[in-house]
């Protein structure tokens, strides 16, 4: 009779602990990936606050190994010729040299892509021009879907990656199961860009005391810092904070009236229409052309909207300056210096960097 | 069954600590609380009169927000004695987002305090240039080479309209009063303000409720002319001292529970 007990409790005590783990597809009880440290600069570790990572999704070696690999292959995508890569190109800082990206039916979206670096610090967690996707887990399930990027659908997705030779096992790898799912995808792609740190510019160096500047960029550092110059560091940043960009949302003067209502899409608040997230200044070199709709080539028709372009509208960021005077009104020796200081926070060894090239 | 009886055991003291605060043992010391409100003119303003609601000024104008933040620090508490208890922190106070509370980490003494205080904006052996991570990430910093570094006290911007001018910018942006240059060079005032809101008797954990009325800063004793001054004020060391003379009727104590 005791023995009958005995059985049952064990019998009992099996079924818990099985009906809570993920059925048969917990492979191997002991397994564990291994884990990945990001890899933080200095200046950021001095500097700002840590980077959001995620509790149900910690870095691993083999997860980013397998986020990488996705990262890279068109096997996501409707016809498998087009990967995150096509329009995030490591020679680019990760984003196209397009002003809007072309998707596989040769489609073209209504925004320039953006460039892909540092996006673990971006603390509000809003990713995209509009702030509309809300983690980078959930925006990675995006882009596959879109039928104007890689107009393919999960289902399929996960058909071709489960019956690929080499996905099953890497996915094992990565997160303990054969089961591959879209939000496993999602997690490893997550994991991949957030190692994605570009820091490594020769204003890095300088701050580091390791590089000096020219007098041109540091008149240009001024012009950028002074209030009563280009005064924009209030919403791209200054040299206590390496992102360089304030990651909010705000309307810097380009139109006077919207066909992309960014933001204020995203919210249905007319307030904040016209409202886009302020980009890094980081790497400029290599990810023209510029804004939202990739409506500037060059960095000179930036600094010329700021300095004589600006368009009033309701929605304008009282911080633009002299918006009825068109701008800030810059020399064109400030003009070219606040250009050569741009430069300087442009780190060519992201671009080559062996762990995110394929 | 043993596991099951310790987890019940652990439960139930867990239950009776949280309720720790409502019996009658007298505590030694006490969690404070900081609820920020604000007000225009005893109008209630919330996150959703951000770029919505237009108030009127002392001078008459018409004035929308777009963003207002600042800095409260070194919350103090002072005995009859005269010894002070310094909270040594600060809070950046934002209210186009609704981060409007400040919970130090340490508890103070329970008793009875002559006045309670707090600095709006950094003393400045505490204005260090860069040395507080999370100021640094929300971009609070002021720039080092010609402003002298640092960090803003508040950052107020809208847009203001009258019968000349519609929606015009205004960035009333506090910092240490600063005339720019290479180097900087600061003048002797000081453009952080000493808040008090009085006595306090502190037995238990305590809320207090300060109420910031954000139309005093064009009014008393200054009527601020937002067709002069409206923006580029960080270089202006006279209009940091304008707004210091401003920044003495903002505050008040609204009430401590
Ligand atoms: C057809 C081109 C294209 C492809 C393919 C593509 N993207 Fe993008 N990506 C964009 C565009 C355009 C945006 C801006 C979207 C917007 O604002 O609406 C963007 C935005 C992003 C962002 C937001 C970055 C930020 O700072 O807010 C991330 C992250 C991203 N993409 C990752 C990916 C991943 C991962 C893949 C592959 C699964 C991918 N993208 C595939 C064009 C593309
Ligand atoms: C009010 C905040 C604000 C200020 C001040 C500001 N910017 Fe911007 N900046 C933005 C926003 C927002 C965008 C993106 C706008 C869009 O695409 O619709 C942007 C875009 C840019 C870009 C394009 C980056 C890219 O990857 O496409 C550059 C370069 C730039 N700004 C430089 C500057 C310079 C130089 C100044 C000072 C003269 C300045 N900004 C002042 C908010 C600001």
Known sequence: ?358 | MKKMIALLIVLSISFVSCGEDNDDNIKASAKTTFNFSHDWDGTAISTLDFENTAYTNANGEAVTMTRLRYIISDVTFTKANGDNIVIDGYKLVDVTNGDLTYNPDIEIPTGVYTNVSFTYGLKHEKNIDGAYTDLNSASFNVPLAALGGGYHYMQFDGKYSNTTVTDAPFNYHNIRAVNPGMPPVFPNQETFINVDLGPAAISNNTTFEIKMNVAEWFKTPNTWDLNTLNQVLMPNANAQKLMNENGQNVFSLGSIN
Request: aromatic fraction near 10%.
């Open chain 1, 1 to 358: 009779m005791k023995n009958w007990s005995l059985h049952i409790i064990c019998l009992a005590a099996f079924i818990l602990t099985t009906s809570c783990s993920d059925e048969e597809s917990q492979l191997n009880q002991g397994y564990e990936p291994t884990p990945l440290a990001l890899d933080i600069p200095p200046l950021f570790e001095q500097n700002i606050i840590p980077p959001v990572i995620p509790s149900n999704n910690p870095q691993t070696v083999e997860g980013v190994a397998l986020g990488k690999k996705l990262f890279y292959d068109p096997i996501l995508s409707g016809d498998q010729t087009q990967a995150c890569a096509s329009c995030h190109a490591p020679q680019n800082a990760f984003t196209d040299n397009t002003a809007l990206s072309d998707g596989i039916d040769g489609n073209f979206g209504t925004r320039n892509s953006m460039p892909l670096f540092n996006l673990a610090w971006n603390y509000n967690e809003r990713f995209a021009w509009d702030g509309k996707e809300l983690s980078l887990e959930r925006q990675a399930l995006e882009p596959v879907q879109n039928p104007v990027e890689m107009h393919s659908n999960w289902d399929d997705v996960i058909d071709r990656l489960s019956t690929d030779t080499e996905y099953p096992e890497l996915f094992r790898k990565a997160f303990n199961t054969t089961t591959i799912t879209k939000e496993l995808a999602a997690k490893a792609l997550a994991q991949f860009e957030r190692t994605l740190i570009s820091s490594n510019s020769k204003f890095d160096n300088y701050l580091l005391g390791q590089a000096t500047l020219t007098p041109e960029e540091l008149n240009g550092l001024d012009v950028f810092m002074q209030e009563s110059r280009g005064d924009c560091f209030h919403c791209h940043g200054n040299p206590n904070n390496p992102l360089w960009t304030d990651n909010i949302f705000h309307n810097n003067g380009l139109d006077a009236t919207f066909t992309d209502l960014g933001l204020g899409g995203v919210t249905g608040d007319p307030s904040d229409n016209g409202k886009f997230k302020s980009p890094s200044i980081r790497n400029l070199a290599y990810t023209a052309p510029y804004m939202h709709d990739g409506r500037f080539a060059t960095l000179e028709e930036v600094i010329n909207h700021y300095s004589e372009g600006l368009q009033n509208s309701s929605t304008i960021d009282p911080l633009m300056k002299k918006v009825d005077e068109g701008g800030v009104q810059l020399s064109n020796q400030d003009k070219a210096d606040l250009k050569a200081f741009l430069l300087t926070l442009s780190d060519p060894s992201f671009l080559t960097n062996p762990d995110f090239t394929n």
